[in-house]
C-alpha cells in the first residue's frame, strides 16, 4: 500500500510531523509526503491511503499551503468514494472555539466527497508542555493497526 502524508503548516511543524509519521512506518509502505497545495484534490488515488495532517491559522482557517487542496474540494467537489483518508490536527486550545479547525475544515470536506475516514482525528495543541510527535506518534500507530488489519 502506498501512503501519502500531506500537510497544511505555516511554521514547520505539520510537515516535521509527516517525517515523523514517515520514520515510524514499516518499511514495505510506499510513502510520500507532499505540501498540500501540490496534490490536485480532483485527482486522488485510490490504492494511495492519504494522511492530512494540518495547523490552523488566521481564525480557524486552513493554513495557506492547503488552501488551494481545499477550495478544490470545496469548489469542485470530486467523488471521493474510492479513497480513504486519516487527519491529524496541529492546533493551540488557548484560541477558543477555533482550535484545530483548520483540520476540521478538511476533514468535512473530505467527508463532503464522500472519502472514507479512519480512525478519529488526532489533535496536538500546542499550548500543551507535549512536542507534536508526543501526541502524533501514538495516533499514527493506531492508525496504521486499523489499515494493516
Ligand atoms: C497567526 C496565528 C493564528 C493561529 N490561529 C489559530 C486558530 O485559530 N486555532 C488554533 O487552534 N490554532 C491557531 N494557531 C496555532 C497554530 O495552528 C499552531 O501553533 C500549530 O502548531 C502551528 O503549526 P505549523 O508549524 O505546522 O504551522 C495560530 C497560530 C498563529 C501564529
Redesign the pocket.
Request: negative net charge; charged residues 15%.
Given at each position: 500500500m502506498k501512503i501519502h502524508f500531506i500537510?497544511?503548516?505555516?511554521?514547520?511543524?505539520?510537515?516535521?510531523?509527516c517525517d515523523d509519521f514517515k520514520d515510524a512506518t514499516p518499511e514495505n509502505f510506499e510513502c510520500e509526503i507532499s505540501e498540500m497545495n501540490n496534490v490536485d484534490a480532483t485527482n486522488l488515488d485510490g490504492d494511495t491511503f492519504y494522511v492530512i495532517?494540518?495547523?490552523?491559522?488566521?481564525?480557524?482557517?486552513v493554513?495557506s499551503t492547503a488552501e488551494d487542496f481545499y477550495d478544490d474540494l470545496l469548489e469542485e467537489k470530486p467523488d471521493l468514494s474510492h479513497i480513504k483518508f486519516a487527519v491529524f490536527?496541529?492546533?493551540?486550545?488557548?484560541?477558543?472555539e477555533?482550535?484545530?479547525?483548520?483540520s476540521q475544515k478538511l476533514m468535512e470536506a473530505m467527508l463532503d466527497c464522500k472519502a472514507h475516514m479512519i480512525g478519529e482525528r488526532g489533535i496536538?495543541?500546542?499550548s500543551g508542555s507535549l512536542p507534536?510527535e508526543v501526541a502524533g506518534l501514538p495516533w499514527w500507530e493506531g492508525i496504521l493497526a486499523k489499515i494493516t488489519a
Open positions: 500537510y497544511g503548516t505555516e511554521s514547520g511543524n505539520a510537515q516535521y510531523l495532517v494540518s495547523a490552523t491559522f488566521g481564525t480557524g482557517d493554513p490536527g496541529l492546533g493551540d486550545e488557548s484560541f477558543g477555533t482550535f484545530a479547525q483548520g496536538h495543541d500546542a507534536p
